[in-house]
Structure formats: structure tokens, C-alpha cells
T-cell receptor, first 112, second 113 residues
């Protein structure tokens, strides 16, 4: 398996609090992605990064921000969590934009 | 990207070949067929992809029809650990949307002992 870890793996928080999820890779892949997965909606891209400090929006970016200060780390921040952001969040990496993506184990976030 | 149609569920006996079909009748010439799977509570896992020719790797084989309107993923000797949801995806690698994997509802494969 590709060396991808996500932390925390589970988190329960309250509406209005900030939350940061971390994705860490040991593969030195250029591209990193954040997805959310919800029943009935499948997998949806939130943001992705194509290099250090280079990021772009995905399909469902509202309410989320990202940062990538090092090749190996990609952070997803919910500035003020809402109940609609309760979901399972997956990080993925790829060597190029067109290569297959390898996924992390996921973070289950519950916003009360 | 072209849409895909997969059966919602399939069963397979352990040790037998699992053949998972996918219909992508509106696929265009630039679109590749990808297969991923997701075991319960885990992240999606890449299996295989192809454009026109049949492909094989250590996990599976991908058979694409000559008209490219459908494909079949073959797990040659299914084990209980292959129980998962299998997703067939078509990606236009020449378009801006290629960065995003769009999963449909997939096929729940259950391997029976």
C-alpha cells in the first residue's frame, strides 16, 4: 500500500468550531487530493494540490480551505464546522494528474 | 465524462472467478476505463485501467469490448477479502476534469465461502 496516513481517524466536534485534518505521504508524489464521501453522493473532490503552495478548488470547496507547505503534508481546514460537513474524508495522492490515485484510510468527522 | 452502469450487487463463490460487468455505451475515444474497489470502512483502492486493449496485472484482468461500449473486470480466483464495492469509472485524461475521480454507485461483490 502507498504510504498515506490521515489524522485523526475519528473526530467529533461541535458546530462552529475549527477543525483541521492532516494527510501525510511518504511517496513523494506531487499531487494530493481531499475528497468527501457521503451516502447517495459518492466521492466528491474538495480541493487538490499540484505542488508545494499550489492548490486548486474541486467540486465542493465551499467551507473548506487547504494548505501544503511541504511535499508530504496536505491539510484540510474547516474554519467553522457545520453539521452538513459530517462525512468521511479521504486523502489521495498521485504521481501525476493522470496517474491512478492512491487513497488513505479516511477520517470520519461528526459535527454535532 | 461518460456515465457508467453497473449491477448493484453480485455474489461469487470463493475460489471461482468473479466477472464484474460495466456498461459505458457513451464512452468517447479519449476516455479510459478505470476500476477501483472499496472494502468496507477503508479508502478506495486502484485495481486496473485500460483504453482499448485488454489489460492484466497481479490483481485482475480488464476485458474491453471491441466497440468499447462495455468492459468486464475479472478477479480470477476470488477470496473472502475481495468482498467490496467495485467502481467502474471512465476518465477523459485530456480534459480538466481528469483530476477528479467520479464514483457511481458501483457493484457490491460478496464472495461466499
Amino acid at each position: 500500500d502507498a504510504g498515506i496516513t490521515q489524522s485523526p481517524r475519528h473526530k467529533v466536534t461541535e458546530t462552529g468550531t475549527p477543525v483541521t485534518l492532516r494527510c501525510h505521504q511518504t511517496e513523494n508524489h506531487r499531487y494530493m487530493y481531499w475528497y468527501r464521501q457521503d451516502p447517495g453522493h459518492g466521492l466528491r473532490l474538495i480541493h487538490y494540490s499540484y505542488g508545494v503552495k499550489d492548490t486548486d478548488k474541486g467540486e465542493v470547496s465551499d467551507g473548506y480551505s487547504v494548505s501544503r507547505s511541504k511535499t508530504e503534508d496536505f491539510l484540510l481546514t474547516l474554519e467553522s464546522a457545520t453539521s452538513s460537513q459530517t462525512s468521511v474524508y479521504f486523502c489521495a495522492i498521485s504521481d501525476s494528474l493522470l496517474d491512478e490515485q492512491f487513497f488513505g484510510p479516511g477520517t470520519r468527522l461528526t459535527v454535532l | 465524462d461518460a456515465k457508467t452502469t453497473q449491477p448493484p450487487s453480485m455474489d461469487c463463490a470463493e475460489g471461482r472467478a468473479a466477472n464484474l460487468p460495466c456498461n459505458h455505451s457513451t464512452i468517447s475515444g479519449n476516455e479510459y476505463v478505470y476500476w477501483y474497489r472499496q472494502i468496507h470502512s477503508q479508502g478506495p483502492q486502484y485495481i486496473i485501467h485500460g483504453l482499448k486493449n485488454n489489460e492484466t496485472n497481479e490483481m485482475a484482468s480488464l476485458i474491453i469490448t471491441e466497440d468499447r461500449k462495455s468492459s468486464t473486470l475479472i478477479l480470477p480466483h476470488a477470496t473472502l477479502r475481495d468482498t467490496a464495492v467495485y467502481y467502474c469509472i471512465v476518465r477523459d485524461l485530456s480534459s480538466g476534469s481528469a483530476r477528479q475521480l467520479t464514483f457511481g454507485s458501483g457493484t457490491q461483490l460478496t464472495v461466499l465461502p
